[in-house]
């Protein structure tokens, strides 16, 4: 199973992007999906999750309201919109996908990452 993340770059505070992660490989429409990022020096954190028929999200509080998570299994992808950027979102973003549904308190675990996407915010 490989993951590949896109969708990443430089942006002002107050600004938005779109991430992708197209799974190939494996059953995707089984998958629980998740956005994990890392800023610099920090521990690798949960951003959002999805289980596998999108009837259930998860969010971080950090995130909530202006994140949104979905996922369409006929093009094996999942999407994370993110609104109100603000400078503490900078990090690096990976998708990861479990066998598990969601909800995923860490990253322990989960059972397929992709390699990640650098999101920038600006002040």
């Known amino acids: 199973v490989q993951l590949q993340a896109s969708g990443g770059g430089l942006v002002q505070a107050g600004g938005s992007l779109r991430l992708s992660c197209l799974v190939s490989g494996g059953t995707f429409s089984t998958y629980g999906m998740a956005w994990f990022r890392q800023a610099p020096g920090k521990e690798r954190e949960f951003v959002s999750g999805?289980?596998?028929?999108?009837?259930?999200?998860y969010y971080a509080d950090s995130v909530k309201g202006r994140f949104t998570m979905s996922r369409d299994n006929a093009k094996n992808t999942v999407y994370l919109q993110m609104n109100s950027l603000k400078p503490d979102d900078t990090a690096v973003y990976y998708c990861a996908a479990d066998e598990a549904a969601p909800p995923y308190p860490n990253d322990y675990g989960m059972d397929y990452w992709g390699k990640g996407t650098q999101v920038t915010v600006s002040s």
């Open positions: 999805v289980n596998w028929s999108a009837r259930s999200t």
